[in-house]
């Protein structure tokens, strides 16, 4: 129950996050170990009370999924039990390209099959470079949020890499997934509380992360006073606590009404223009990835594998009205077109996906 002074919130207390797992003996490829902790977790919107849950441990649940630090390295495939790596299904885009090794996230032939037999991925070849913000459109059901769980460590792949560059890792899931008994303030603080920084210093960073995404004022306010979309603002900011050089977004404004929606992708591209890190970006909103990305992705149907990527070409921050632009609209076009027609389709159009 948090009390109605600016001192630290009390918090129920909850188990310590699991030890983040070893991979299994015989494991093909090379796991290259960081120096930061690293605790994968099960990415969920329930709060204390869902699923018999209390809230010391929906806390450490939590704990799991907001202080993901990574270091540079490669995340190797790990196989599942009775489960092959899947075959290649067509050529590749980046077939026989030389893979940028600056790249800040790269994931190569990444294939990804479940227990159950579902293949998600197949020969997936994508990179995104430092500072570059890269969306990815493609049917429900492509295997889009299987990359970010990927690239976050919280899955591994059935055959291929994922490498992600830089020292931290920030994920925006679908909902805030915001702990209801603490303020705004305190839910932000949060990651950093986890990984030990002092108060004072937790405090201040989380005033400024506030301060980014527009939220000043707020910060004794609990998540049930918020609207849905200031309730996502603060689920930004607290992301923004471990001062991602990586940053994951899976549909985070697909739940807003569109003027909260337009609204927040402004103050994204704000916070992208100051902060500069490397972005991939899951939607199904074409108009939303077009105004957003300097370069979309296509996938298709599952499994899911890349066919097209289209740059956009418009200086960061862009103006709302350029969604009005007969440029604009021409490059939206020809990412529609090839998300109806092209789904079969193994030719790139418009640019290269790496």
């Not at 506030?210 to 049930?224: C, D, M, S, T, W």
Request: hydrophobic letters at 40%; aromatic letters at 4%; glycine letters at 12%.
């Amino acid at each position: 129950m948090t009390t109605g002074s600016d001192t630290e919130p009390d918090r129920a207390p909850g188990p310590s996050p699991d030890p983040a797992p070893v991979p299994a003996p015989g494991t093909s490829g090379t796991v290259v170990e960081d120096t930061h902790d690293e605790v994968p977790g099960q990415a969920t919107g329930q709060t204390p009370g869902q699923a018999g849950q209390t809230p010391g441990q929906a806390a450490s649940r939590y704990d799991a999924e907001a202080t993901l630090r990574l270091g540079g390295g490669t995340a190797a495939p790990r196989p599942e039990p009775g489960a092959a790596p899947v075959p290649g299904q067509g050529p590749d885009p980046g077939a026989g390209r030389a893979a940028a090794p600056e790249a800040a996230l790269r994931f190569e032939g990444v294939h990804k099959r479940f227990p159950n037999g579902t293949t998600a991925l197949a020969d997936v070849h994508l990179s995104v470079a430092p500072g570059e913000f890269v969306a990815v459109v493609g049917p429900s059901g492509c295997g889009k949020s299987t990359l970010l769980r990927l690239a976050s460590r919280l899955d591994t792949p059935t055959a291929g890499t994922v490498h992600v560059g830089g020292t931290s890792l920030g994920y925006v899931f679908q909902d805030p997934t915001l702990l209801p008994w603490r303020r705004v303030l305190a839910n932000v603080e949060l990651p950093a509380e986890l990984t030990g920084v002092g108060r004072a210093e937790r405090r201040a960073r989380a005033r400024e992360a506030l301060r980014l995404v527009g939220l000043e004022g707020a910060e004794r306010q609990l998540p049930r006073e918020l609207s849905g979309g200031m309730r996502m603002r603060v689920s930004l900011a607290r992301a923004l606590m471990t001062r991602p050089d990586v940053f994951l977004f899976d549909e985070p404004f697909g739940a807003l009404d569109e003027i909260t929606r337009m609204r927040l992708q402004e103050e994204l591209q704000r916070i992208l223009s100051e902060q500069r890190f490397a972005g991939l970006f899951i939607t199904h909103s074409v108009i939303e990835a077009t105004f957003l990305a300097s370069r979309v992705v296509v996938m298709t149907a599952r499994p899911g594998r890349v066919v097209a990527a289209f740059d956009v070409p418009f200086p960061h921050p862009r103006p709302p009205e350029l969604r009005y632009d007969p440029a604009f609209a021409r490059i939206a076009g020809e990412v529609s077109a090839a998300l109806r027609d092209g789904a079969g389709e193994p030719a790139v159009q418009g640019g290269s996906p790496q």
